[in-house]
C-alpha cells in the first residue's frame, strides 16, 4: 500500500489551487459577466471546461474507467510534467528511466532540476528487475516504463511490470502511447489493484491528433486530484476538446488506420528483411520499427538526400547502427523501399 501524502511534495499536498470564474460557478445561468470574457459569439469567446467533463465522459466509456480517473493534458509530455512537479522535491528526489526510452522523462526531470538514474533494459529490452530495484530509496518517487518502448517498439513483460508495481516505493508511470498498435492488453486493467500506477495515453499517434496536443492520464481518484490542483486551469483548450470529440465520434476512421498501419507494419518488416545490409528488425507493437543496419549513419544521410527522413538512433544505447522508421502511407512505404533496394545496389 502506499501512503500518497508520503509521495507529494510539501508545497503541493499544500497547496490552494488557482480558482477559475468557470470552476467557481458551476449552476445554470443564463448571462455570464463574470469571467471578463467578449460577450459577442464567435463559438471561442467563451472559456472552455476546465476539467472537459463532456471529453472525459466519451473517454470514461471507450476506457471503462470513471471520467474521475482521468487527467487531460496538453499531450502526454504536459502529464508526464506535472508528475514530476507532484511528486519530485527538486535535488533532493529522483525519477528512475529505463534507457533506451523517449526522451522527454530526461527533459522534463532536467528542467525541474530534479534527479534521475538509469537503469538500462536488458539486451532484450525488457526491464532488469533486481537491477531498478535495488537502485531503490527513499528519495525514489516516479518509474517510468514505456511499453510499447520507444524507440525499441516491444512491450513490458506483464510479470515483470507487476513485479515493478509491487517493489516500487513510489508511483509507476506507464507511457503506452503506442498501445493502440499492440495487441497486448492495456496495463489500464491493473489499475484497480495498483494504487501506485499511472498509465498515459494519447492522441497523436493512433488518433491521428498530434497537432491538437492531447495526453491522458489514468489513476487513482486521488493521484487525478493532485494533477488537477497543480494544472493550469484551462489546459486544453476548446478547439482541442472539440476535435478529440469529433474523433470519438468517428471510431471506425480509427479502427481502419490502425488495420492499415499494422499490414503495412507487416509489409515493411518482410520486405526489410529480404535486404543484405538489413542486420535485425526488432519486433514492434507499436507503428515503426527499429532496424539495425549496416552502416546506419551513411544510410540515414542518403535517405535524407532522397528526401526521406527516418530517425537516427544509432547513437543511442543498445541501439548501435539503428534506424527506427515510423510506418507511413502504401505509397510513402514503397517509396522507402525503393531507395533502400538502391542503396543496397549502391554497395
Ligand atoms: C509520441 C510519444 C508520446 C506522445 O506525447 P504527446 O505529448 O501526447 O504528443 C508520449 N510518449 C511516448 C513514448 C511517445 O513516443
Redesign the pocket.
Known sequence: MIDLDQLVRKNILGLKPYSSARSEFKGSAEVFLDANENPYETGLNRYPDPLQWALKDKIAVLKGLPAARIFL??????A?DLLIRIFCEPRRDHILTLPP??G?YQVSADIADVLVREIPLRTDFQPDVPAILGAVNEQSRLLFL?SP??PTGNSMEPDLVQQLIDGFPGIVVI?E??IDFSARESFVQLLDRAPNLVV?Q????AWGL?GI???MAFASEAIIHYFNKVKPPYNVNQLTQKAALAALNQQEQFDQWVAALLAERNKLTDQLGHLDFVQNIYPSDANFLLVKVDGAVGLYRYLVHEKIIVRDRSRVLLCEDCLRITVGRPEENRRLMGCLSNWKAHK
Open positions: 493534458g496538453n499531450g502526454s509530455d504536459e508526464i526510452t523517449y522527454m514505456c518502448n520507444n507511457d502511447a503506442y498515459l494519447t492522441f497523436s499517434k498530434a496536443r492531447l495526453g
